[in-house]
């Protein structure tokens, strides 16, 4: 088993301690809500999309374990003043590096190579991912509640 | 003149001895993650001695037959060693006869089988269930099912925030509307020990029909089921140190004789014409199709295996792992026990303040520490306690005071990392 630190560094601590963009903006116009049932973590997360499909503005709210809310907070960090587009390419090379596939972009990772050893938890994975997911059902209005299950 | 020795401080043999114990469960020496195993997940499922092991073997090895059926030497045997688990059921649990134990897939189908098969004949619109509000969701979603097709009402009663039952509201609760009272025995959140016998007594006097959930108090101390005077009681064989895939349904003889099958086919019959079934006898107008032999026969050495050990001496040492554990939890600053009934077994739930459940348990984990974290499939218990998940430590006989200080040590760990 690697050491814990590997799993919790410095940066996961502190989001979890001290969420970024833990709120939901005024002018938020994009919503969804993700839970994952097996350990209660439960959140929502919101947007604004401008007319350009770049996201202004973005925030999340809710409970859950260390690994799932700095997710979230990383995310809102990384995505903020992004496009839609760019936003959904980010999701995509996370989910390759969370479930320890090969062919993902570690440059445009950037900070969210913290959660590279997360693959090596597999009970840890959703945690990591959840946020990822309810963005991506933000982004595209969809209506139904995302679960991890 | 003779003078008598003086007393010798022999060890007695009778006396529980945990190291002694723990020589039939070789899972329990092994390491996991580079660390002694220290399995605190008893509620999930207990481990298996090699007794049990070995007369899971042996069925398959030397017996391995189909019951009820063969005129043949083994099925003759398969069936002997099928019907001897059931007699031992009988005798663990006080029934008053062999036709009052049902044997099925676990305690959720037990309570199923009651929902679906009493539940559905003798239940109609406006009747009343009751369930406390610490249930397992195989004590909420059966009942849940049976309201949504027979209009009865599901009726919950409350708890105080210790995680007792009270008892003056459950009194305001029963009506001659009552049908059905189904409530836990011990529960896998919180460790309460529910009154369950008054609570039955009470219902009885209502003119309701009761169900006892003994999933988690199995493990813990004698069940006897006249003595509670349930009509329906439920346990899973795996949380009785026995296989998985194993339960038992008891039901008073008078109630099963009433009831329809609950699943038909082979084995519940005495005659079938395409014209008219004739069901069989009790037990087995339940027991349809080829039943889970091998853990039937692993259920009853697990009972013989119980009664060797024998729960009334383990007792002291159990009460003594779950007062010296819930001390040694209650010095950790920022620790809070969720469940401070004023009676207990096996399971000590808690949150930290400075981490959240599902990191305790990683963490723990790489301690080599198994604990379960989440809702423990109850979800109105966390719901009632505004959390949700708690981290869970759940004992057995076979633990030992140094795996306390292990799981203090491991959330020390926790400490290092979270504050
Ligand atoms: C109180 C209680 N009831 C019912 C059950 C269901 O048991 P099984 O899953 O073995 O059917 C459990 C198991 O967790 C339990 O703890």
């Known amino acids: 088993m690697p050491d814990m630190r590997e799993l919790y560094q410095e940066i996961i601590l502190d989001h979890n301690k001290a969420p970024r963009n833990y709120r939901k903006p005024d002018d938020a116009n994009r919503e969804a809500e993700g839970y994952n049932p097996l350990c209660g973590d439960h959140y929502t997360v919101f947007a604004r999309v401008d007319s350009n499909q770049q996201i202004t503005d973005i925030g999340f709210e809710g409970v859950g374990c260390a690994i799932s809310?700095?997710?979230?907070s990383m995310m809102t960090s990384m995505v903020k003043g992004k496009s839609v587009e760019e936003a959904?390419?980010?999701f995509e090379n996370y989910r390759q590096m969370i479930t320890g596939g090969k062919d993902y972009d570690r440059d445009a990772l950037g900070k969210l190579m913290v959660f590279s050893e997360v693959c090596?938890?597999?009970?840890?994975?959703?945690?990591?991912?959840?946020c990822w997911h309810t963005l991506h059902a933000a982004l595209n209005n969809l209506q139904e509640p995302v679960t991890t299950e | 003149m003779i003078t008598s020795a003086p007393d010798k401080i022999a060890p007695n043999?009778?006396?529980?001895?945990?190291?002694?114990?723990?020589?039939?469960?070789?899972?329990?020496?092994?390491?996991?993650?580079g660390k002694p195993l220290v399995y605190l997940d008893n509620a999930a499922t207990t481990q298996k001695p090699h007794q049990v092991l070995c007369a899971i073997n042996q069925f398959y090895g030397c017996c391995n037959s189909n019951i009820h059926r063969g005129v043949h030497f083994l099925s003759e045997k398969a069936t002997e060693q099928y019907e001897e688990s059931r007699a031992q059921v009988k005798r663990f649990l006080n029934a008053a006869s062999t036709t009052e134990i049902i044997f099925v897939r676990g305690a959720t189908e037990g309570i199923n089988l009651v929902a679906a098969s009493y539940g559905r004949t003798f239940l109609k619109e406006g009747d009343e269930i009751i369930v406390s509000a610490m249930e397992h969701h195989a004590n909420i979603v059966p009942w849940q099912i049976l309201c949504q097709q027979t209009g009865a009402v599901l009726k919950v009663i409350p708890m105080d925030d210790?995680?007792?039952?009270?008892?003056?509201?459950?009194?305001?609760?029963?009506?001659?509307?009552?049908?059905?009272?189904?409530v836990v025995h011990v529960s896998n959140v919180l460790g309460t020990l529910n009154p369950v016998k008054r609570i039955v007594?009470?219902?009885?006097?209502a003119g309701a029909v009761t169900l006892v959930d003994a999933a988690q108090s199995i493990m813990h101390m004698n069940v006897d089921v006249q003595d509670i005077g349930c009509d329906f009681l439920v346990f899973s064989g795996h949380k009785l140190f026995g296989p998985t895939g194993i339960g038992v349904l008891y039901g008073r003889e008078s109630l099963l004789e009433m009831m329809p099958p609950y699943q038909s086919g082979g084995d519940m019959i005495k005659s079938v014409t395409f014209e008219k079934t004739i069901y069989n006898d009790l037990p087995y107008k339940f027991e349809a199709g080829t039943p889970n032999i091998g853990s039937t026969i692993g259920l009853g050495a697990a009972i013989a295996y119980v009664q060797s050990v024998n729960l009334d001496k383990a007792q002291p040492h159990e009460d003594a792992l779950m007062a010296y554990a819930t001390q040694r939890l209650e010095e950790i600053p920022g620790l809070k026990i969720v469940g401070t009934a004023k009676e207990k077994a096996g399971v000590i739930s808690f949150v930290l303040d400075f981490a959240h459940p599902h990191d305790i348990g990683t963490i723990m984990d790489s301690e080599g520490i198994?604990?379960?974290?989440?809702?423990?499939?109850?979800q109105p218990t966390m719901q009632r306690f505004g959390i949700p998940a708690t981290a869970r430590a759940s004992f057995a006989f076979y633990n030992t005071l140094e795996e306390v200080d292990v799981l203090v040590r491991g959330l020390e760990k926790v400490r290092e990392v979270f504050a």
Do not use: W
């Open chain 1, 69 to 72: 809310k700095a997710a979230a």
């Open chain 1, 88 to 90: 959904e390419r980010c």
């Open chain 1, 120 to 130: 090596n938890y597999p009970t840890r994975i959703k945690c990591a991912i959840l």
């Open chain 2, 13 to 33: 043999l009778n006396d529980f001895d945990v190291m002694r114990v723990r020589q039939d469960f070789a899972i329990l020496n092994t390491l996991v993650r």
């Open chain 2, 162 to 182: 210790n995680g007792d039952i009270v008892m003056e509201e459950y009194a305001q609760l029963l009506s001659e509307r009552t049908r059905i009272v189904s």
């Open chain 2, 201 to 205: 007594q009470m219902a009885h006097d």
């Open chain 2, 370 to 378: 198994a604990i379960r974290t989440g809702h423990h499939c109850a």
